[in-house]
């Protein structure tokens, strides 16, 4: 697809030398894109903001959050990786690693069969790790499902995955009782932000993963 409201289409250049070769994924954000680093000739992957003022003030916070995780070691702490932000116009631009595909569409191009056991254990390890890092500073994703989970290559066995999608996270000080955030499916009934939800929470991923399909469909 292309992006009329941002009148962003394949071979646009952003900023000064990042030339759009794919769209990987929309949102009411905007849009992410593959491009290229033409000083470079990297692949990378940028999420495209929108210039509308309450969608930059939400990009300001992710760039917040994210700075709070550049004390952790991307690899080891199973999260994507961050290479900056720059400006396009008026639009936020966040740079990113790029990564091989999302969980959701690995799990259907395996004929949407869900994973065994045996692949599901690893990458329920991985994601708890993952958390476990970002609650070491302090931060909460806050939208931990298929679609922000990716793989880092498709053809490793076992797959390495890694957390992406900052932009509901916050700081855990910031979180109260009785607020909803994240994406509906995935929140626990009481819409609370408690241990116990978080456990919901990784339990409807759990048989999202296993089975290709929701407990609640």
């Given at each position: 697809f292309s992006s009329d409201e941002l009148e962003i289409v394949e071979g646009s250049i952003l900023g000064k030398h990042y030339k759009v070769e794919a769209f990987l994924g929309e949102g009411g954000f905007g849009i992410v894109a593959k491009c290229r680093d033409t000083t470079t000739n990297r692949a990378v992957a940028i999420k495209v903001n929108k210039s509308d003022p309450d969608i930059l003030q939400q990009a300001h916070v992710e760039i917040f959050i994210l700075e709070q995780l550049r004390r952790l070691d991307p690899d080891a702490a199973n999260i994507v990786q961050w290479n900056g932000f720059f400006h396009d116009g008026e639009r936020v631009c966040l740079k990113f690693e790029l990564l091989d595909q999302c969980l959701w569409d690995y799990i259907r191009d395996r004929n949407k069969q869900g994973l065994p056991?045996?692949?599901?254990?690893?990458?329920?390890?991985?994601?708890?790790?993952?958390?476990?890092?970002?609650?070491?500073?302090?931060?909460?994703?806050?939208?931990?499902?298929?679609?922000?989970?990716?793989?880092?290559?498709?053809?490793?066995?076992?797959?390495?995955?890694?957390?992406?999608?900052?932009?509901?996270?916050?700081?855990?000080?910031?979180?109260?009782?009785?607020?909803?955030?994240?994406?509906?499916?995935?929140?626990?009934?009481?819409?609370?932000?408690?241990?116990?939800?978080?456990?919901?929470?990784?339990?409807?991923?759990?048989?999202?993963?296993?089975?290709?399909?929701?407990?609640?469909?």
């Open positions: 056991i045996s692949e599901v254990r690893p990458i329920l390890g991985q994601l708890t790790n993952a958390l476990s890092h970002l609650s070491s500073v302090g931060i909460v994703h806050a939208d931990l499902k298929p679609a922000n989970i990716m793989v880092v290559n498709r053809h490793e066995s076992p797959i390495k995955v890694k957390l992406i999608d900052f932009g509901l996270a916050c700081p855990a000080s910031a979180v109260m009782p009785g607020e909803f955030v994240g994406t509906v499916g995935y929140c626990a009934p009481e819409v609370i932000s408690t241990t116990l939800a978080s456990q919901f929470n990784n339990g409807t991923l759990t048989y999202d993963i296993a089975t290709f399909s929701s407990p609640f469909c």
